[in-house]
């Protein structure tokens, strides 16, 4: 695992929009997977930046997103379709054809799962996909003890999560229950994974992700088996790690191909 750790959450973004940009250089047509939430918003930020400023470009790109909620029609504000619209797609180049997200209404789930599965397959995979963790050590919306072989499926939220997710609901009881989320074998077929952390809430998920045991309890922790991962950190989201300063030893004597920045 690449820990790339920076004093605060904007010096990560900035990192991260980097490594971003690298990736979509480097391929005729990338695949991009994209999360929600609110880790990754500063990253969205400087992706249109750099749009705006001519500097990258999104139109020979296809996204897949994470996960949506079971339910939420693509127009409710509080849907990751009305998200990604309106942090990132809508202010950037990117071909709306070319953007997938799961369907949380479809009339036939378990069928729409699938058929986001084959569509990934279809495009050649994902070559760079943005992670959040949460506080409880999920990502996507893969809860712990879930399988670590997991396809996309229709999952039920931990209470933890319903209860970190309510912030975007006027009430608590709104929070769907369900959500239709990428599966952790789906997440693990990814070329590159791009996990970004901040605040000292998400220390101890991050600790347990990075130099835990490899076990359901974390999803996050899986991958450690990924062939190529890259962890952006704040300084308090890194707080809890033992070999901190061997991650940031590492970075400090990275060969100039291997920089970001
Ligand atoms: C969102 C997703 C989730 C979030 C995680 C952290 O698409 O897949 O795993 O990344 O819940 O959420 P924030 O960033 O809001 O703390």
Same mark, same amino acid.
């Given at each position: 695992?690449e820990?790339? !750790?920076?004093?605060?959450?904007?010096?990560?973004?900035?990192?991260? +929009?980097?490594?971003?940009?690298? !990736?979509?250089s480097?391929?005729p047509? %990338?695949?991009?997977?994209?999360?929600?939430?609110?880790? =990754?918003?500063?990253?969205?930020?400087?992706?249109?930046?750099?749009?705006?400023?001519?500097?990258?470009?999104?139109?020979?790109?296809?996204? &897949?997103?994470?996960?949506?909620?079971?339910?939420?029609?693509?127009e409710?504000?509080?849907?990751?379709?009305?998200?990604?619209? *309106?942090?990132?797609? $809508?202010?950037?180049?990117? @071909?709306? *054809?070319?953007?997938?997200?799961?369907?949380?209404?479809?009339?036939? /789930?378990?069928? #729409?799962?699938? $058929?986001?599965?084959?569509?990934?397959?279809?495009?050649?995979?994902?070559? /760079?996909?943005?992670?959040?963790?949460? +506080?409880?050590?999920? !990502?996507?919306?893969?809860? %712990?003890?879930?399988?670590?072989?997991?396809r996309?499926?229709?999952?039920?939220? *931990?209470?933890?999560?319903?209860? @970190?997710n #309510?912030?975007?609901?006027?009430?608590?009881?709104?929070? =769907?229950?369900?959500?239709?989320?990428?599966?952790? #074998?789906?997440?693990m077929?990814?070329?590159?994974?791009?996990?970004?952390a901040?605040?000292?809430?998400?220390?101890?998920?991050?600790?347990?992700?990075?130099?835990?045991?490899? *076990?359901?309890?974390?999803?996050?922790?899986?991958?450690?088996?990924?062939?190529?991962?890259? !962890?952006?950190? $704040?300084?308090?989201?890194?707080?809890?790690?033992? &070999?901190? $300063?061997?991650?940031?030893?590492?970075?400090?004597?990275?060969? @100039?191909?291997?920089?970001?920045?």
């Amino acid at each position: 695992m690449e820990i790339l !750790i920076r004093d605060i959450p904007e010096e990560g973004a900035q990192v991260a +929009a980097k490594l971003f940009k690298k !990736i979509l250089s480097t391929r005729p047509q %990338p695949v991009i997977g994209l999360a929600t939430g609110g880790t =990754p918003l500063r990253l969205y930020r400087e992706l249109i930046r750099m749009h705006q400023s001519g500097e990258l470009s999104f139109k020979d790109c296809t996204s &897949f997103n994470l996960d949506e909620y079971v339910g939420l029609p693509p127009e409710d504000e509080r849907s990751y379709h009305h998200y990604m619209r *309106s942090n990132l797609f $809508d202010q950037v180049d990117i @071909d709306p *054809s070319r953007i997938h997200l799961p369907d949380g209404c479809a009339g036939d /789930l378990r069928q #729409a799962c699938r $058929d986001y599965e084959e569509k990934i397959k279809e495009f050649g995979g994902i070559d /760079l996909q943005v992670l959040g963790i949460g +506080a409880n050590g999920h !990502i996507g919306f893969n809860e %712990p003890t879930g399988s670590l072989a997991s396809r996309t499926w229709v999952k039920i939220l *931990s209470e933890q999560t319903i209860k @970190d997710n #309510a912030i975007y609901f006027d009430d608590p009881e709104e929070v =769907p229950r369900h959500v239709v989320t990428m599966g952790i #074998a789906t997440v693990m077929e990814t070329r590159h994974c791009l996990l970004l952390a901040n605040g000292a809430k998400k220390a101890d998920a991050v600790r347990r992700m990075i130099e835990g045991p490899v *076990s359901a309890s974390c999803p996050a922790s899986i991958l450690q088996m990924h062939k190529r991962v890259t !962890i952006v950190l $704040d300084e308090e989201a890194a707080y809890l790690l033992t &070999f901190k $300063d061997h991650y940031k030893w590492v970075e400090g004597n990275k060969l @100039d191909w291997q920089k970001y920045d």
